[in-house]
């Protein structure tokens, strides 16, 4: 099992994640956090604007809670600052078509099928298409 712990980065900018997501796991699975995670994810966003893990796990925090609103704005942030963190695609998706926005959910998904084939990211990729299968199917 490679863990943060026994692998090695191979890059700064893998290491720079790696210690986000580092933090991330030790802050989130600590008891007692005296913070929310919300909170904690604007903390982390602080450290580094252009970090996607912490955006979008913002994100998913907002949708938990039903700020669909600023889980739009943050998924879109991601999607426009790293278009190629394809699970971005799939949720944001996922959430537009929740909200009503039909046309809005068609064009993440057909996007993100692309970008996840780009990337040979065929789990992600068939997940898309299930997804937008069941949006045109609706």
Known sequence: MCTPST???TST???QGWSMAS???LTFFTPEVPMSRI????GFLKENATDSFSRYALA???VKLGQNDDAVREFEKVQKNDPGYVATYYQLGQL???LGKRHEAEKTFRTGISV???ASDD???SELEAALETLLAS
Not at 39 to 42: A, D, F, Q, R, W
């Open 39 to 42: 909170e904690i994810l604007k």
């Open 7 to 9: 692998a090695r980065p």
């Open 96 to 98: 537009y078509q929740k």
């Open 123 to 125: 789990h992600t990729r």
């Open 60 to 62: 998913l925090e907002y």
């Open 13 to 15: 900018a893998q290491a």
């Open 23 to 25: 933090k991330f796991f």
């Open 116 to 118: 996840a084939s780009k």
